[in-house]
């Protein structure tokens, strides 16, 4: 059973350039996570995704969006980038449901933006 | 900003000894978990507790919940060097959907 699958593992871009990030649900969730770390530091919420709508969105600005499709797989796209936007991008999922556990998330092993 | 906040944010033990964290958070929850992370990889579940549980137990964890203080610790026993990881909890409050994560304790457990 595949876990939650992040690409590309590593990637550099420059300022001002804009960055695609993909991940792949474990299997049987349906609801996906995105959070960024910057290093030394605990993730931040960006924002969560269900029935390819975006459901709560965290203190981010618009240039970071997302996209979820049907087969539950979601994407993250960052335009005009920052050198502050270096950091591990954090791919989550997690199963919706009247379930009081619905809220454990499983995570990816992340994607490293690196800004120059 | 974040929610929860880890104590102490680094910590350091032989093999064998217990190790305690520390959560304290700001608003009323609905749950609060604890995740490992190892070296900048993905997170990974450890353990949820509710927030009508005061104790719970998974193994060599042990997880208690003060709901009155907004605290909650995880006690590791009898280490191991395969503990050495940052260890994050994270709350879920009100309506909100997803996890707040503190800022973490590194832990390191020596041979």
């Known amino acids: 059973d595949a876990g939650v699958t992040q690409s590309p593992t590593h990637l550099i871009k420059t300022r001002g350039q804009q960055v695609t990030l993909r991940c792949s649900p474990k299997?049987?969730?349906?609801?996906v996570s995105w959070y960024q770390q910057a290093l030394g530091q605990g993730p931040q919420f960006i924002f969560q995704?269900?029935?390819?709508?975006?459901?709560q969105r965290g203190n981010f600005p618009d240039r970071f969006s997302g996209h979820q499709f049907p087969n539950y797989s979601s994407e993250l796209n960052v335009n005009a980038l920052l050198l502050g936007d270096s950091a591990l991008y954090l791919c989550?999922?997690?199963?919706?449901?009247?379930?009081?556990?619905?809220?454990?998330?499983?995570f990816g092993a992340g994607s490293r933006l690196t800004v120059l | 900003s974040q929610q929860g906040e880890e104590d102490p944010q680094a910590l350091s033990i032989q093999e064998g000894e217990n190790a305690t964290m520390n959560c304290s958070y700001k608003?009323?929850?609905?749950?609060l978990q604890w995740y490992r992370q190892n070296s900048g990889r993905g997170l990974v579940h450890l353990i949820l507790?509710?927030?009508?549980?005061r104790e719970k137990h998974s193994g060599r964890l042990r997880v208690t919940l003060d709901t009155s203080k907004k605290s909650s610790s995880l006690l590791i026993t009898a280490s191991r060097a395969a503990d050495t990881a940052s260890y994050f909890c994270?709350?879920?409050?009100?309506?909100?959907?997803?996890?707040?994560f503190g800022s973490g304790t590194q832990l390191t457990v020596l041979p």
């Open positions: 989550a999922s997690s199963l919706t449901g009247l379930s009081s556990g619905a809220n454990v998330l499983t």
């Open positions: 299997s049987g969730h349906d609801t």
């Open positions: 995704y269900y029935e390819e709508e975006e459901r």
């Open positions: 608003t009323s929850i609905n749950n």
């Open positions: 507790i509710r927030s009508n549980e």
């Open positions: 994270a709350t879920v409050f009100g309506s909100a959907r997803q996890l707040t």
